[in-house]
């Protein structure tokens, strides 16, 4: 048989990361320090605590921690940082990142090809770069016939929806964009927005495909709302709030899967045709209507549309983590030492490193974080799983299983719901 | 306006309701075609096929080249299934020269237009895949043709389009040790595709897709002139290997695959076990075939066709494929017509898509068995 992919080597892997690693050393020298220089000589050098902050000065700042984390920890403790990077959009653009990743080589390997596999060097760690760099210098076309204003509005108000649906996912206790009493009704209302953007930009579009592809988008989401929203019921009545930490919080012994299985399953399927994923990726059928609501996007318009979907995505599994599967809760598997290094300094040999605390990186909040990041990996995972095994299926067949089989399973699992609560099993808070 | 127009010229009313969609040439689910699709809402009202975009002429340029000569451009249509093309061709010369062909040449011609078979099902296999959104499907049957493709490179030195068929013969013998690496790539094959039925044949969801679509009975069958695999998934057991057999195939034993469903998923699945019953064949050719001895017969430069026509056909991946010679005793042949079985095929396809879904669309088209570039010749 033929060699389909070259062989794996330790040795080569080791000389590509000393490559890397050479390159990046390379420029910085070659580049960076350079332009720190030249910035070095134009400005102004301030005056702090009665010293000239000269650059040996802030190098020697940089690197002493009693000055530098307050800083970081003060930049931690504002919204901005909770906004653009943790909870929200730089976590979840990483994640989503990760994932667009993962389902290329997932899929590679169920597939038997090697996926991306030289840019980067590494099993092609860098194609994402590469393929966002091409969109970037990509020409934006726009049908002359397009509705200018909406067809440019539409990627940008989807990535927003999507970041907004990102912002009401609690990662770890406390750390939520917009901890908000109603939370879960805000879920619904970011979902229910978006069969309205993605018919407004294929009507926009002016075009024959795009039409028919936001039509069949607007069948399947519409359709499949009310199986989502059912399917959610159950976990509303054992928990007796819609504040996704406090769903969270009352999962503590056990996940609401072990209970309601059901529901589960439903909000897992229904998830899927939401994500327009195989087998329910009728809006972008290829063979049939080209790219669907997709066709007339061109160059970073795409891009983010692309951004949009894999951000939806990640906050569709977390979602999923944080209603069924306990969310942050584990076993504590962080070692409690790295807190104490912080709060309470270190004693290595004459010298004691005395660090300032950050009490926000709290054991609890790492633990939760590594167990919260696990689960919607793991959910992730079986979302990417069916694109290798299924084929696509058909818009009556789609609205049937939407229509009839899912609503009444999603009652069946009202029913069992309501049995445990008044079996006295369960109640409001968990496990009476 | 005169009332009096010709039917085709007459102005048609503009329904609102119906949208025309040009599905091609430049269309991911069209291949090098055009399909002409009215739709009102998800149902199609009307097709038409508009092929016509990769026509080369090859019938023409035939005129105008020896019988020699003729082998390497006569191939282009199937380049996928480059033996089989050639076959009716090759035998219709021979017949027009006076040529006996060797034994063992026979049987060298049944092994590879066998694997030719099953390299050109493969992928068209994957493009079925594909066009029903399963991606495995897709890539499966992209590698493994690879095997059958490394075979045909052994034995004929090209990748896909050998010209290893001519009057007299093979263009040269099979390499040393041929016999035992092809067993075991044809042993291996089978194992494989045996495989795909787990992933592709029984999948729930593609059965309930393809099943009760684009149903073509036994009696439109025949009447709309389908061949190969879309007459034999209507149940009509039609296989040119059984009912003329050219060559060696009356010494072989194998059986024809009919199913009586005639829907897509009937139409899907025929090529997929005429795969098995071919690996039967080229195991069997590879055992009853003559260890030694000529593989060609030589022939006079530029030889001359006697004054006569000769019309023969055989059982191509897609269906009958005839070639009809005419000589008028030069060296180059007066007329060539080939028959091909993909244009047959594509005449059912207008009847199977009124008032099916959109949804349907591809895989109706695809399942039958219609390559473009040899309908267009």
């Not at chain 1, 009693?66 to 976590?91: E, N, Q, S």
């Amino acid at each position: 048989m033929s060699v389909i992919a070259p062989q794996f080597k330790f040795s080569e892997f080791v000389k590509s990361l000393l490559d890397n690693a050479f390159w990046i050393l390379f420029l910085m020298v070659l580049v960076g320090l350079p332009a720190v220089m030249m910035i070095l000589f134009v400005i102004d050098l301030p005056v702090i605590d009665g010293e000239l902050l000269t650059p040996f000065l802030a190098f020697t700042w940089l690197v002493d921690p009693t000055r530098t984390l307050p800083i970081i920890h003060a930049l931690m403790a504002t919204d901005f940082f909770r906004i653009a990077v943790f909870p929200g959009f730089g976590f979840a653009a990483l994640l989503a990142a990760g994932t667009i990743f993962a389902e290329r080589k997932m899929l590679a390997k169920m597939q038997l090809r090697v996926g991306p596999f030289y840019c980067g060097k590494i099993e092609g760690i860098l194609q994402l770069m590469g393929d966002g760099l091409k969109l970037i210098s990509k020409e934006i076309i726009i049908p002359a016939k397009a509705d200018k204003p909406l067809f440019w509005a539409a990627p940008v108000l989807f990535v927003a929806t999507a970041a907004a649906f990102v912002s009401l996912i609690p990662v770890a206790p406390g750390w939520v964009v917009a901890d908000i009493d109603l939370g879960l009704l805000g879920v619904f209302a970011v979902i229910g927005f978006f069969p309205i953007i993605t018919i407004l930009s294929a009507w926009s579009a002016n075009s024959k495909y795009p039409f028919i592809g936001g039509i069949r988008a607007l069948f399947q989401m519409v359709s499949f709302e009310i199986p989502l929203i059912l399917s959610l019921l159950g976990v509303v009545m054992l928990t007796g709030t819609l504040n996704l930490s406090e769903i969270v919080e009352s999962q503590s012994a056990f996940p609401w899967i072990v209970f309601l299985p059901i529901g589960a399953i439903v909000f897992f399927i229904t998830m899927l045709a939401e994500l327009e994923r195989i087998p329910f990726d009728l809006p972008e059928a290829e063979s049939e209507i080209v790219a669907g609501w997709l066709t007339e996007f061109s160059g970073m318009m795409y891009g983010l549309v692309q951004l949009g979907t894999y951000l939806k995505l990640y906050a569709f599994a977390a979602l999923f983590v944080v209603l069924f599967l306990g969310g942050w809760h584990g076993p504590m598997v962080v070692p409690p030492f790295p807190y104490e290094i912080i709060t309470e300094g270190i004693t290595m040999g004459p010298v004691t490193a005395q660090i300032p605390g950050l009490p926000l990186f709290t054991q609890e909040m790492l633990n939760g974080t590594f167990w919260f990041v696990l689960k919607t990996v793991a959910v992730i995972f079986f979302i990417l799983l069916p694109r290798g095994v299924f084929p696509r299926i058909r818009v009556d067949m789609l609205l049937n299983l939407g229509w009839t089989k899912l609503i009444g399973l999603c009652f069946v699992n009202i029913f069992i719901a309501l049995g445990l609560l008044y079996a006295g099993v369960l109640g409001p808070g968990g496990l009476q | 306006m005169t009332a009096e127009l010709p039917p085709g010229l007459a102005l048609q009313k503009v329904d609102e309701r119906i949208m025309t969609l040009n599905v091609g040439p430049q269309h991911p689910g069209s291949g090098h075609m055009r399909l002409i699709v009215q739709i009102d809402g998800d149902y199609i009202v009307a097709c038409d096929p508009d092929p016509g975009y990769v026509h080369r002429g090859e019938e023409k340029m035939a005129e105008y080249r020896n019988y020699i000569l003729n082998i390497p451009h006569l191939e282009r249509p199937v380049i996928h299934d480059s033996c089989n093309v050639l076959y009716p061709y090759v035998l219709g010369v021979e017949e027009l020269l006076g040529i006996e062909v060797p034994e063992r040449a026979k049987y060298v011609r049944v092994i590879a237009s066998e694997l030719n078979r099953c390299i050109y099902t493969m992928y068209w296999l994957a493009i079925y895949g594909i066009f029903l959104g399963h991606s495995t499907m897709f890539m499966w049957p992209a590698g493994d043709r690879e095997l059958l493709i490394d075979l045909m490179e052994k034995m004929t030195g090209a990748r896909v389009t050998h010209a290893y068929f001519v009057p007299g013969g093979v263009r040269n013998d099979l390499p040393p040790n041929f016999e035992d690496v092809c067993l075991r790539q044809v042993n291996y094959f089978e194992k494989r595709i045996k495989e795909y039925a787990d992933i592709f044949y029984d999948n729930p969801i593609l059965i309930s897709r393809t099943r009760d679509t684009g149903v073509l009975s036994r009696q439109d069958a025949i009447r709309l002139g389908t061949t190969g695999s879309v007459l034999r998934a209507s149940g009509v057991d039609f296989d040119l290997r059984k009912k003329e057999p050219y060559d060696v195939y009356d010494e072989l034993d194998f059986k024809t695959n009919v199913l009586k469903e005639g829907d897509s998923y009937a139409r899907s699945k025929i090529p997929w076990l005429d795969m098995l019953e071919s690996c039967q064949i080229i195991r069997q050719a590879l055992k009853k075939m003559p260890k030694s001895g000529s593989v060609r017969v030589k022939l006079k430069p530029n030889p001359k066709g006697k004054l006569d026509s000769v019309y023969k056909r055989v059982e191509s991946g897609r269906g009958s494929l005839g070639c009809y010679i005419v000589s008028d005793g030069k060296p180059e042949p007066y007329r060539l017509k080939m028959s091909v079985g993909s244009f047959r095929n594509l005449i059912a396809l207008p009847y199977l898509l009124k008032g099916e879904k959109l949804g349907n669309m591809p895989s109706v088209y695809w399942s039958l068995n219609y390559w473009p570039v040899e309908a267009d010749r």
